[in-house]
């Protein structure tokens, strides 16, 4: 008898078996129905095995399914990514599944020839309807537009039976994308990387690079010319590009459009569902080459990736925590070696994993030392709030204002960074001191003035601004303290009446269509000042910015967080980084009450090594990443006492290892979110030891009731 080992995307650790019925052939990667309870899943073929005897407790497979097989090394890649990061391995199948979960678009309706005939009445028109026709199916749209007629023609032709209405699958044709359709000349540096990847991709095999550039050094168009290198020798090569956020897309679909001169594929949460299976079943066929996405276009059915972009590597949203908890930029290394490919990490600001592994060797190091033509980078000047504080109840210093007034004055352009959605960080009662908290999650209600109402930004939750206390009851007595965007957008609206002004936020800017529209304002120069979170502050290039104020540079510095002087050097360089991008030289200024903090004063310095080889000599002292390794297990439910006994089960049950510690538990950073408990208990390890093996043991030790939720995080992005 045959067994089929069926990954079905349930929380559950195996996959499961089934029989396959005599009739039915099955391999690896197959997508099957198969029944479980009283449903029909959807499920992938892990394996397919010969048993001895039969056994007749399992039910066999109901049916194999026309989609497209999921291909070996994307399912390869599946299984290694649940393990890796110890997640259920039919949850993580369930991502490489995804694009069709989603209906088939609606097939189009079109008109077509009905054999020979000819019509009755030949008109020039007519003629020129069929002329334009030809042997093709278009829609009756299309046909009146090419033929330039009226639809009425189009109309009679079919009501007398010469044309007819079909109805056609929607597939989506991606063109191929043309290497040599507008090549840019690249400067030597510019060339010798791309030389260098793409000698990688012709080999074949794994490799790894990071491409390591200043802002505007010119890396998107190094990689494109490496992609461009890699389909001229191997048209049928694919291509994936990662960038963190959606907002960035659409910069760099317009730059591959017009470098190729075919659109990319698109992948995020962006992209209609009916689309989402178009591009899925055209990756799947390898009628796609590249492909732009967020990180879940890792888990695309690739048959032939050659080569993965990283762009913007050391991004925080690359990694995502809810659900199945993953790390995109160390996952598309995962793919790269499974699949032979080549990965490309780029990065202005390399996360220091990466530069720890280029500097090991492990990585190409590829550098890009200056900007590309005349653009030079800006002046970054540190302005100290204690010398020039702004006045009460402002966020501007007076120097910072007097740039803003000269930029304005030069009819270039202004930008306002402060990494802080909303008017107002925290609102409390002048009367009795109480701050506005969510009502079960631990976070202040931040207040936005655009929809009038108090947000918490962990769980989405909001209510009107009350007119009373809730904890004393006092009318009228809530303030708004410290200053997010929109109002900081208010302070630069009333010093420049006359500036043009926006805001850039993920509450302004919702969406890709809505991001397009506010850059291509931006570029257009319809705006004087921009007031922007990190939505804003990365990637863009925005030819007539010449200013960029940062409100508060020592925003990211306060808080806990082990990576927070890595994170603010990051953004702050990418924040920075948009002034002065063309040919007029650009300014930054930062203003900060603690002006010899060691990030700010390399940031000013224009050091990034002085800042690297410090924090790299603190982790290291610490034995923290990239130095060591960490895991968080993460225990989670409403039943507070259920949590803490889990967590004491679990910390009773730690198996001996060496080279490794246990922490905790203790409460987790977020220690109540949507009313549930979070308790938290970390691990450091040194780089060899067997992490995922140690944490599959210990936690194989402990029974978690229903009530509690663990989720393991293996190398967490905050520590
Ligand atoms: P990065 O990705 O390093 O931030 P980009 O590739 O976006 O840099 O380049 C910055 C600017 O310089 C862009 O406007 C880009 O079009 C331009 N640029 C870069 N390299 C070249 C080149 N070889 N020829 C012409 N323009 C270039």
């Given at each position: 008898?045959?067994?089929?080992?069926?990954?079905?995307?349930?929380?559950?650790?195996?996959?499961?078996?089934?029989?396959v019925p005599e009739a039915m052939v099955l391999a690896r990667?197959?997508?099957?129905?198969?029944?479980?309870?009283?449903?029909?899943?959807?499920?992938?073929?892990?394996?397919?095995?010969?048993?001895?005897?039969?056994?007749?407790?399992?039910?066999?497979?109901?049916?194999?399914?026309?989609?497209?097989?999921?291909?070996?090394?994307?399912?390869?890649?599946?299984?290694?990514?649940?393990?890796?990061?110890?997640?259920?391995?039919?949850?993580?199948?369930?991502?490489?599944?995804?694009?069709?979960?989603?209906?088939?678009?609606?097939?189009?309706?079109?008109?077509?020839?009905?054999?020979?005939?000819?019509?009755?009445?030949?008109?020039?028109?007519?003629?020129?309807?069929?002329?334009?026709?030809?042997?093709?199916?278009?829609?009756?749209?299309?046909?009146?537009?090419?033929?330039?007629?009226s639809s009425g023609v189009v109309k009679g032709l079919i009501?007398?039976?010469?044309?007819?209405?079909?109805?056609?699958?929607?597939?989506?044709?991606?063109?191929?994308?043309?290497?040599?359709?507008?090549?840019?000349?690249?400067?030597?540096?510019?060339?010798?990387?791309?030389?260098?990847?793409?000698?990688?991709?012709?080999?074949?095999?794994?490799?790894?690079?990071?491409?390591?550039?200043?802002?505007?050094?010119?890396?998107?168009?190094?990689?494109?010319?490496?992609?461009?290198?890699?389909?001229?020798?191997?048209?049928?090569?694919?291509?994936?590009?990662?960038?963190?956020?959606?907002?960035?897309?659409?910069?760099?679909?317009?730059?591959?459009?017009?470098?190729?001169?075919?659109?990319?594929?698109?992948?995020?949460?962006?992209?209609?569902?009916?689309?989402?299976?178009?591009?899925?079943?055209?990756?799947?066929?390898?009628?796609?080459?590249?492909?732009?996405?967020?990180?879940?276009?890792?888990?695309?059915?690739?048959?032939?990736?050659?080569?993965?972009?990283?762009?913007?590597?050391?991004?925080?949203?690359?990694?995502?925590?809810?659900?199945?908890?993953?790390?995109?930029?160390?996952?598309?290394?995962?793919?790269?070696?499974?699949?032979?490919?080549?990965?490309?990490?780029?990065?202005?600001?390399?996360?220091?994993?990466?530069?720890?592994?280029?500097?090991?060797?492990?990585?190409?190091?590829?550098?890009l030392g200056r900007r590309h033509g005349a653009a030079t980078?800006?002046?970054?000047?540190?302005?100290?709030?204690?010398?020039?504080?702004?006045?009460?109840?402002?966020?501007?210093?007076?120097?910072?204002?007097?740039?803003?007034?000269?930029?304005?004055?030069?009819?270039?352009?202004?930008?306002?960074?402060?990494?802080?959605?909303?008017?107002?960080?925290?609102?409390?009662?002048?009367?009795?001191?109480?701050?506005?908290?969510?009502?079960?999650?631990?976070?202040?209600?931040?207040?936005?003035?655009?929809?009038?109402?108090?947000?918490?930004?962990?769980?989405?939750?909001?209510?009107?601004?009350?007119?009373?206390?809730?904890?004393?009851?006092?009318?009228?007595?809530?303030?708004?303290?410290?200053?997010?965007?929109?109002?900081?957008?208010?302070?630069?609206?009333?010093?420049?009446?006359?500036?043009?002004?926006?805001?850039?936020?993920?509450?302004?800017?919702?969406?890709?269509?809505?991001?397009?529209?506010?850059?291509?304002?931006?570029?257009?120069?319809?705006?004087?000042?921009?007031?922007?979170?990190?939505?804003?502050?990365?990637?863009?290039?925005?030819?007539?910015?010449?200013?960029?104020?940062?409100?508060?540079?020592?925003?990211?510095?306060?808080?806990?967080?082990?990576?927070?002087?890595?994170?603010?050097?990051?953004?702050?360089?990418?924040?920075?980084?948009?002034?002065?991008?063309?040919?007029?030289?650009?300014?930054?200024?930062?203003?900060?009450?603690?002006?010899?903090?060691?990030?700010?004063?390399?940031?000013?310095?224009?050091?990034?090594?002085?800042?690297?080889?410090?924090?790299?000599?603190?982790?290291?002292?610490?034995?923290?990443?990239?130095?060591?390794?960490?895991?968080?297990?993460?225990?989670?439910?409403?039943?507070?006492?259920?949590?803490?006994?889990?967590?004491?089960?679990?910390?009773?049950?730690?198996?001996?290892?060496?080279?490794?510690?246990?922490?905790?538990?203790?409460?987790?950073?977020?220690?109540?979110?949507?009313?549930?408990?979070?308790?938290?208990?970390?691990?450091?390890?040194?780089?060899?030891?067997?992490?995922?093996?140690?944490?599959?043991?210990?936690?194989?030790?402990?029974?978690?009731?229903?009530?509690?939720?663990?989720?393991?995080?293996?190398?967490?992005?905050?520590?």
């Amino acid at each position: 008898m045959k067994v089929a080992s069926v990954l079905i995307p349930l929380p559950v650790d195996e996959a499961f078996d089934y029989e396959v019925p005599e009739a039915m052939v099955l391999a690896r990667g197959d997508q099957v129905a198969v029944p479980l309870g009283p449903r029909l899943m959807r499920g992938v073929v892990a394996e397919v095995r010969e048993t001895t005897g039969s056994n007749r407790r399992l039910k066999a497979v109901e049916q194999r399914l026309t989609d497209p097989p999921v291909p070996g090394g994307t399912l390869d890649f599946v299984e290694w990514a649940a393990r890796w990061t110890l997640s259920p391995p039919g949850e993580m199948a369930a991502m490489a599944l995804k694009g069709l979960r989603n209906p088939a678009p609606r097939p189009e309706r079109r008109v077509r020839r009905v054999g020979e005939r000819q019509p009755a009445r030949p008109t020039a028109a007519r003629t020129t309807v069929l002329e334009a026709l030809g042997e093709r199916a278009m829609t009756a749209v299309d046909l009146a537009r090419a033929a330039g007629v009226s639809s009425g023609v189009v109309k009679g032709l079919i009501d007398e039976g010469v044309l007819e209405v079909v109805e056609i699958a929607a597939v989506a044709a991606f063109d191929p994308p043309n290497p040599d359709h507008r090549p840019a000349e690249l400067n030597p540096d510019q060339a010798a990387a791309a030389e260098s990847v793409s000698a990688a991709t012709a080999k074949g095999g794994y490799s790894a690079f990071l491409l390591d550039g200043v802002t505007g050094s010119g890396k998107t168009e190094a990689y494109l010319e490496a992609v461009a290198r890699t389909l001229r020798a191997d048209p049928t090569a694919q291509v994936l590009i990662l960038l963190p956020e959606i907002a960035l897309t659409q910069d760099l679909i317009v730059r591959i459009t017009t470098r190729f001169g075919a659109a990319p594929a698109e992948w995020h949460s962006g992209v209609a569902p009916p689309r989402r299976r178009q591009v899925w079943e055209a990756v799947a066929a390898g009628r796609c080459n590249i492909v732009v996405g967020a990180r879940s276009a890792l888990f695309l059915p690739f048959p032939k990736l050659r080569l993965l972009i990283v762009d913007e590597e050391h991004d925080g949203s690359f990694k995502q925590e809810d659900g199945l908890v993953y790390h995109g930029r160390d996952l598309a290394v995962a793919r790269a070696r499974i699949e032979e490919a080549t990965v490309v990490l780029a990065s202005a600001t390399p996360s220091l994993e990466t530069l720890w592994n280029a500097r090991q060797g492990r990585y190409g190091w590829l550098k890009l030392g200056r900007r590309h033509g005349a653009a030079t980078l800006p002046d970054i000047r540190l302005l100290d709030l204690r010398e020039a504080p702004p006045e009460r109840d402002q966020w501007l210093s007076p120097p910072l204002k007097e740039a803003m007034a000269e930029t304005l004055q030069a009819g270039e352009q202004v930008l306002l960074f402060l990494n802080r959605r909303g008017y107002a960080p925290v609102v409390l009662c002048r009367a009795c001191g109480h701050r506005l908290t969510a009502p079960d999650t631990d976070s202040w209600l931040v207040e936005h003035r655009y929809t009038g109402r108090l947000v918490c930004h962990l769980t989405g939750f909001s209510t009107p601004r009350p007119k009373h206390c809730p904890a004393c009851g006092a009318e009228d007595t809530l303030v708004s303290v410290g200053p997010g965007v929109e109002r900081v957008e208010e302070e630069a609206r009333s010093l420049f009446p006359d500036a043009r002004t926006a805001v850039f936020s993920s509450d302004t800017v919702p969406d890709a269509r809505a991001a397009r529209a506010l850059i291509q304002r931006m570029t257009d120069g319809e705006i004087d000042i921009l007031v922007a979170t990190q939505a804003a502050a990365k990637g863009h290039n925005f030819p007539r910015l010449t200013l960029v104020g940062v409100v508060d540079a020592d925003l990211g510095l306060r808080g806990g967080d082990l990576r927070a002087a890595e994170r603010t050097f990051q953004l702050l360089t990418q924040a920075t980084g948009r002034a002065g991008r063309a040919d007029r030289p650009g300014r930054a200024l930062l203003q900060t009450w603690t002006p010899d903090h060691p990030v700010l004063m390399a940031l000013a310095a224009g050091d990034r090594d002085a800042f690297i080889e410090a924090e790299m000599a603190e982790r290291e002292a610490a034995s923290l990443p990239p130095h060591g390794r960490l895991a968080a297990i993460i225990l989670s439910g409403e039943d507070a006492a259920a949590v803490e006994r889990v967590a004491g089960a679990l910390a009773a049950v730690i198996p001996n290892a060496e080279r490794l510690e246990v922490y905790g538990p203790a409460d987790a950073p977020l220690a109540l979110v949507r009313g549930r408990r979070r308790k938290r208990l970390l691990v450091r390890a040194d780089r060899d030891v067997d992490l995922q093996g140690f944490l599959r043991a210990w936690l194989s030790r402990v029974k978690v009731p229903g009530s509690v939720r663990l989720s393991v995080d293996v190398d967490p992005y905050s520590f």
